[in-house]
């Protein structure tokens, strides 16, 4: 065998164990509860933005979610996976209470007729496990309304324009809008 022919089969080795290597490494299935961000941009597309969310978004997945799987009365992580994290850019007000520029946890507690919004300062937390009531910056409290359909993913939204607008919170056949200024 010549010195050709076992460089050859050296790189040729190498590239074999190379490929199991990336092979056994493989990325795993999408997630079931992909996240999401939500942006207020007060100027339109391309401006600054005054406040960001980000979230994951649970599936009903034919379950009965608020009120069963999450139930009324205790403290839900607002979404899934990793706890909601809210960055606001600026001082802004939500349901007429000021909160100032910041990172924050967002947790609720729904209920049939009203949720309560938590602001947490207790940052880079899994789920409601990590939950400390002493860290809360502020809660409101927000109506709860009958969507106009079912939504099989949680999701929010913002609308509105210059400073002022609304956070808009659905899933199944729940509705939540909570105004915000600054």
């Keep these: ?62 379950r009965k979610m608020l009120g069963d799987k999450e139930p009324y009365g205790k403290v839900w992580r607002l979404g899934a996976n990793q706890t909601t994290e809210i960055n606001l850019y600026r001082d802004m007000t939500f349901a007429g209470k ?37 860290k809360n910056v502020m809660t409101i409290d927000v109506p709860v309304k009958k969507a106009s359909k079912t939504r099989e993913a949680f999701g929010m939204a913002f609308d509105g324009q210059g400073g002022n607008g609304k956070l808009l919170m659905a899933w199944e056949e729940v509705e939540v809008l909570i105004p915000f200024s600054y």
């Design 1 to 62: 065998m010549n010195n050709k022919m076992k460089v050859s089969g050296f790189v040729l080795a190498i590239a074999l164990i190379l490929s199991v290597e990336v092979n056994a490494q493989e990325i795993r299935a999408l997630d079931k509860s992909p996240l999401d961000l939500a942006v207020f941009r007060p100027d339109g597309r391309g401006t600054t933005p005054a406040v960001r969310i980000i979230y994951s978004r649970p599936m009903k997945n034919g």
């Design 98 to 134: 000021k909160l100032k520029a910041g990172n924050y946890t967002m947790y609720v507690i729904p209920n049939e007729n009203s949720w309560t919004i938590i602001f947490n300062s207790n940052l880079y937390t899994w789920g409601a496990f990590d939950y400390d009531a002493s």
